[in-house]
């Protein structure tokens, strides 16, 4: 190990001038290299060489050096740096400085026609713009065409936009005959179905007349999957016709089930559906039926062969029996499950619950007893239904000293702790990333705790997961702000352990953390609802702020539990899916057992995100010493009818 350790130090650091050999700096002498960093990186971009090559010279060993040079040459990659360019390619290759120089250069060249030096300096990339480019560059130094037309054929056939620096060599392969119908009509299919629907017009205008028909067919139902519920729309009864149907008829099940049992039923008898159609159809229909709690559902998952049954099929499966308490189909259908899937701990417990409901107690018990020996939701439960204390398998990883030491004195991890302290998040995040590249499993599981010691908890317990020691508790579940936490949770009357485990859940304490739906923060607070508690408007840096964020979310989740008289599985439900879609999913019949609804809770996100605060909430009982049991309720409770 040590070995590997001291490789990592093998590693150039690069600087414009000869790097200074002292120890580490010490805090003030690194507060001034941090004033200097970016006064200097500051000069760099706007082109002051003299300026911030002074700069880079007082700042020695600094580690964010290299990114004063990157500042500059990002912003001045012309061939008169052509030199320097290289050489700090050269000696960033595989690290996150490297790319942001090579695209500018790369993007530099491809627009002053420098072909040669293009692909000299070109890499494999999943760039788009930057792989037309080096097509394009490819023809620029005497390429055939036909050598790169299946290539451009791979950037064409796709359900997306391209780049604009693409459209010269699409332009070309469409004039040279090599864009064919069968293109067009790929590229519609994907388009439609998953893609981006606003290309279909254009792509429609592609097709021969005889074929715009079709296409449009596809359009119509991209934008409304009831417009294949009148068969007569449909000419043909070929298979690229049948493709259409099979597409809408998937969707058009989550919208109006009944209209789309109607035609499903109407069009076996005029059209031909292979087994590949079938089994869509089947799919689809079985588990959108099943989230409603349709008893239909069977019909469609029992035409289903057991060796295509996938995790999502099983799962709704299972709780369609759970819907009707059918015990007996519960333990028969677990027990066909194909290995390893029938192994799974959810499928132990609810095996074990079926065994029970059916008087095979002994059996029962067994298996329950063994489940409840596992850190999971699962086994939290088991614990709970067979009356023994949870296990917490809490197995802390150690090193010695001299490891830490050594990997702190890595380019990358100096680098990543500095863009941390400077707040540079995401960038602090790609060193990091690229740090534990260079790692064997148990160098990471040392850099976790290394990240640990620094306080920066997301990407602690992140490591120590990655690296395979998944039994270090304390890493995986730290006290991360808990001056905050504990202040808030008391002051909205709330469990410390249930605001530390829905945090954990959201954001995995990165307090910077921004969801694709504008959520924001430790606790992913939207805007409005922040706006709502307020009382006004947040501005996005406060949102971000953790003792802002804390308070709100911690007030957020009390009014929550309160609006549902107490019942925290419902709150925590509607944390994550909303209230209103929380109280479609209460029963309107009869109380439901409580860990049957959470089984079923029809969107799986919010099934999976209840779970784990659950299980995560009893985590933190134990970390912060408290002995609230969190699962006898779930095995015991149940929820009560829609008011």
């Known amino acids: 190990m040590q070995k590997a350790l001291m490789s990592i130090l093998a590693i150039a650091v690069y600087a414009v001038s000869s790097i200074a050999t002292s120890a580490v700096a010490s805090n003030d002498s690194l507060e001034k290299q941090r004033k200097l960093f970016k006064r200097a990186e500051y000069d760099a971009k706007k082109g002051r060489t003299k300026s911030y090559r002074q700069a880079v010279k007082q700042l020695g060993d600094y580690p964010l050096a290299p990114y004063v040079e990157l500042a500059y040459l990002k912003k001045h990659p012309y061939l008169v740096n052509k030199k320097r360019i290289r050489h700090f390619l050269k000696l960033y290759t595989g690290t996150p400085l490297e790319w942001p120089l090579r695209k500018a250069w790369l993007t530099y060249l491809a627009k002053k026609g420098e072909s040669v030096l293009f692909l000299n300096d070109y890499r494999q990339t999943e760039n788009t713009e930057l792989n037309c480019y080096k097509l394009r560059a490819d023809l620029a130094i005497g390429a055939k065409f036909h050598t790169i037309a299946d290539n451009i054929e791979a950037l064409w056939v796709v359900g997306q936009s391209q780049p604009k ?52 067919l596809w359009h119509k139902t991209r934008r409304d999957p009831s417009y294949i519920s009148r068969l007569s729309r449909i000419k043909k009864t070929d298979r690229e016709h049948t493709d259409v149907l099979v597409y809408g008829l998937k969707r058009l099940i989550w919208r109006d089930p009944k209209k789309a049992l109607a035609t499903w039923q109407q069009a076996q008898a005029k059209f031909s559906f292979d087994q590949g159609d079938r089994f869509i ?84 018990a067994s298996k329950m007893q063994s489940i409840g020996q596992k850190r999971h939701y699962y086994g939290f439960l088991a614990a709970a239904k067979a009356g023994q204390k949870v296990n917490m398998n809490d197995i802390p990883y150690v090193t010695r000293q001299y490891v830490l030491d050594t990997l702190a004195q890595a380019p990358a991890a100096r680098r990543a702790k500095e863009l941390r302290e400077l707040g540079r998040l995401t960038q602090a995040r790609r060193e990091w990333w690229h740090f534990k590249r260079s790692l064997t499993k148990e160098e990471e599981a040392a850099a976790a705790l290394m990240a640990a010691e620094w306080g920066w908890h997301d990407q602690a317990l992140r490591t120590i997961s990655q690296a395979g020691f998944t039994d270090d508790v304390k890493i995986r579940f730290p006290l991360a702000y808990q001056k905050e936490f504990t202040r808030y949770a008391k002051r909205n009357k709330l469990p410390l352990t249930l605001a530390y485990a829905i945090a954990r859940r959201e954001s995995t304490f990165m307090h910077d953390a921004s969801s694709s739906a504008g959520a924001k923060g430790l606790m992913q607070l939207m805007p409005g609802t922040a706006k709502q508690l ?61 860990d049957i609804w959470i089984e079923t809770i029809p969107y799986k996100e919010t099934r999976e995100y209840v779970k784990s605060v659950l299980a995560y909430q009893q985590v933190y009982e134990y970390l912060l010493g408290t002995s609230t049991d969190i699962f006898s309720p779930v095995a015991s409770g149940k929820i009560q009818l829609a008011k």
């Not at 079985?286 to 099929?313: H, N, V, W």
């Not at 509607?574 to 009869?590: D, Q």
Request: charged fraction near 25%; glycine fraction near 6%.
């Open 281 to 364: 159809v089947n799919r689809a229909f079985g588990i959108a039926l099943a989230t409603k709690g349709d008893k239909r559902a069977l019909r469609y998952f029992e035409q289903i062969p057991r060796s295509e049954i996938d995790k999502s099929i099983a799962h709704w499966y299972l709780a369609s029996y759970l819907h009707q308490r059918d015990w007996v189909q519960v333990a028969r259908f677990i027990e066909t499950l194909p290995h390893p899937l029938s192994e799974e701990l959810i499928y132990q417990y609810w095996l074990s619950r079926a065994q029970s409901e059916m008087g095979m107690m002994q059996s029962a």
């Open 534 to 594: 307020a009382g006004k408007k947040i501005s996005t840096r406060k949102l971000l702020d953790p003792s802002t964020n804390i308070n709100l979310g911690t007030r957020y989740l009390s009014d929550l539990i309160r609006r549902f008289d107490g019942q925290k599985t419902l709150a925590i439900a509607s944390y994550n899916a909303g209230y209103y879609r929380v109280i479609e999913w209460l029963p309107e019949e009869e109380p439901v057992d409580l």
């Open 165 to 216: 620096a693409c459209d010269v060599l699409f332009s070309r392969w469409a004039r040279e005959g090599y864009r064919t119908t069968e293109h067009v009509k790929a590229r519609i299919k994907l388009a439609a179905d998953g893609g981006k629907h606003t290309l279909l017009p254009y792509l429609i205008g592609l097709l021969p007349s005889k074929d715009q028909a079709w296409g449009k």
